[in-house]
């Protein structure tokens, strides 16, 4: 149980519109994460499904019940914030146990509750500590709990790891993903990080300026992005974007080709190019070429790939790895 | 580059530290010093500074004219009454303008503030004539209520301002978890704020305690706190130096102690700041 619909949602601020309407559906005991650069609502959303913000027009429906008017305490998802939001005058133990003394569960069940959670996120020895005496990912780890421990329909995740540092983040990310598996709840993560985006989720909503652009499995949007903004904002490093000649070749306005579609050869290839800097990654080695009648294109080779600054390489794209997008953007 | 603070440096600020503070503290401390000497010795010119006969008559004296502890009690009761009513009033107010904040909050902040450059004495008749209309002329609810009205505009800002660093996460956190309106004053706001309530309120206990004004206009005898305790003796028979020096430290001693054992949170509420 914990299938959220939106239907036709929108959002304004005063005379700004935020979100002009979308649709979607999450299904139940989904991962689906939102996407997009800053600014691009991604985060607005995910407050109004949590109740955090009222919505201008349009239904939420949670579990076919509409949820639209209901305060978010009422609407049974739970919430993890890119700041913790810990309560910072309470132990971890009493962090935890708060919503279940909202809810007025009896103080045996919250007592064995909290300690299932403690368990689960390795927290058991640090009960008795303040947020303050923990460490981000700790405290982390203290919100996941406090959200699980009232067995919602849904987590909603508000950027929850760009908080921390990058090994941590990794780290996190997995416990997250290994949550899901063992919950099985419906997660709706927000993130701009994209990465985090294709490594974790179900489901992956592109937002861009308070719309949808694209919806689908991280593979999906991969292989298939719907328009240029999907194709330059999925995969990493980004798709290299090709105008003029090259593309009119192909019957299109813009041609892209993801850095590891590029075949690499210092002896012969379609493009000859310059390389300005090489990204030696030890498994990978990103080159940035620069190609006369081009421009600069990325490429991905493998580690022993023996080049450094001013070398000169050859670059063939997989051809059937081409995308080709209209003069809208959109994908042909 | 910051300069590091010499021993030179912290010298001379130490000086200058203490001499403000006793510069500052000097007249309390004349006050305790004539209220030992005889009326004599307290006009006495040039005054003497230690060297007097010590003499506890005056306090004798202002016990058996006037009934101190009466008068303690009613400031007891005026300045914890109208700075709890106060608190009760202004933590919603203050919340609803720092948590969810209109166009016009600013405004009405400011507008609150001004009601403070008014001079009391300009609404002193109509709030005389309201008070001896509704029987509240020289009773504790009436100057409880016009005391902690006076103070509103300043516990509402100070409140206001403690709550304001209070990241809005956490409530909606706390929203998140099922917590209703009030849940989320009692249980989350109001024990993060602790300092900035705490210092609010022994602010406009020491504010209540020496309010005079209104005290002395409002009462006459059954309500009187110690404000018009003192001033009582200051009478047209002529200063008793020496008594009136008794009474005003009778009267100041209570709040000294206090303000003395809560210097520390009166510091750290008015440096509030570090929840986050």
Redesign the interface.
């Given at each position: 149980m914990g299938q959220i619909i939106l239907e036709n949602v929108s959002k304004s601020f005063g005379d700004a519109e935020i979100i002009p309407g979308v649709d979607l559906e999450v299904g139940d005991g989904e991962f689906v994460v939102f996407v997009g650069p800053s600014g691009c609502g991604k985060s607005t959303l995910l407050r109004l499904i949590?109740g955090?913000e009222d919505i201008s027009g349009g239904r939420i429906l949670i579990d076919g019940q509409d949820g639209t008017r209901l305060?978010?305490?009422r609407r049974g998802?739970?919430?993890v914030?890119?700041?913790y939001?810990?309560?910072?005058?309470m132990t971890v133990y009493r962090n935890i146990a708060?919503?279940l003394r909202?809810?007025k569960v009896d103080r045996e069940e919250i007592d064995r509750k909290v300690r299932d959670a403690a368990r689960i996120l390795n927290l058991t020895d640090y009960l008795d500590r303040r947020p303050g005496q923990l460490s981000g990912g700790q405290r982390q780890r203290v919100a996941i709990g406090?959200a699980i421990v009232?067995q919602p329909k849904a987590f909603l995740f508000d950027e929850p790891l760009s908080n921390l540092d990058a090994a941590l983040r990794v780290n996190m990310r997995l416990e997250i993903s290994e949550l899901h598996h063992s919950l099985a709840t419906t997660m709706i993560y927000v993130t701009h990080d994209q990465i985090e985006a294709m490594t974790m989720a179900d489901k992956i909503v592109v937002l861009n300026r308070g719309r949808i652009e694209q919806v689908g499995s991280p593979l999906e949007l991969y292989r298939h992005p719907r328009n240029l903004f999907v194709a330059g904002f999925i995969g990493s490093p980004r798709m290299n974007l090709v105008t003029g000649a090259e593309a009119e070749r192909r019957q299109a306005v813009t041609i892209g080709i993801r850095p590891e579609h590029v075949q690499l050869s210092t002896e012969s290839g379609a493009w000859s190019g310059t390389v300005g800097v090489a990204e030696h990654l030890g498994s990978d080695t990103l080159l940035h070429v620069e190609v006369p009648g081009i421009g600069q294109v990325t490429a991905r080779a493998d580690g022993e790939f023996p080049v450094r600054h001013g070398d000169k390489v050859f670059l063939t794209p997989e051809s059937e790895r081409i995308h080709r997008f209209d003069e809208n953007g959109e994908a042909l | 580059m910051a300069r590091a603070v010499t021993t030179q440096r912290k010298l001379v600020f130490t000086a200058i530290g203490w001499l403000i503070g006793i510069l500052l503290f000097f007249p309390i401390f004349w006050t305790i010093l004539t209220s030992f000497k005889t009326e004599s010795e307290a006009i006495a010119t040039p005054p003497s500074l230690l060297f007097f006969d010590w003499t506890l008559e005056n306090y004798i004296e202002v016990n058996t004219r006037s009934d101190y502890l009466k008068h303690a009690l009613n400031s007891v009761i005026i300045a914890f009454g109208s700075s709890l009513l106060g608190l009760l009033i202004a933590i919603p107010a203050a919340w609803s303008m720092a948590f969810s904040p209109s166009r016009h909050t600013k405004n009405v902040l400011m507008w609150m503030l001004s009601t403070k450059m008014l001079p009391p004495v300009g609404v002193l008749v109509p709030i005389y004539l309201l008070f001896r209309n509704t029987g509240l002329l020289d009773t504790l609810v009436g100057l409880v209520i016009v005391l902690m009205l006076i103070n509103l505009p300043i516990i509402i800002w100070m409140l206001y301002t403690y709550f304001r660093e209070i990241p809005g996460d956490i409530l909606e956190a706390a929203r998140m978890d099922g917590a209703s309106l009030s849940r989320e004053i009692v249980y989350i706001l109001a024990p993060m704020a602790t300092p900035g309530i705490a210092s609010t309120l022994l602010l406009n206990i020491i504010l209540a305690w020496n309010e005079a004004f209104w005290s002395l206009n409002l009462t006459a005898a059954d309500a009187a706190p110690l404000t018009a305790f003192i001033a009582s003796y200051s009478s047209p028979e002529g200063l008793f130096w020496a008594k009136l020096s008794a009474a005003s430290t009778l009267a100041i001693a209570p709040i000294l102690v206090l303000g003395w054992f809560s210097q520390k949170q009166l510091v750290r509420g008015l440096t509030f700041g570090a929840v986050k």
């Open positions: 949590a955090l305060p978010p305490a998802l739970s919430m914030f890119q700041s939001a810990l309560y910072p005058h708060f919503p909202m809810a406090r009232r | -």
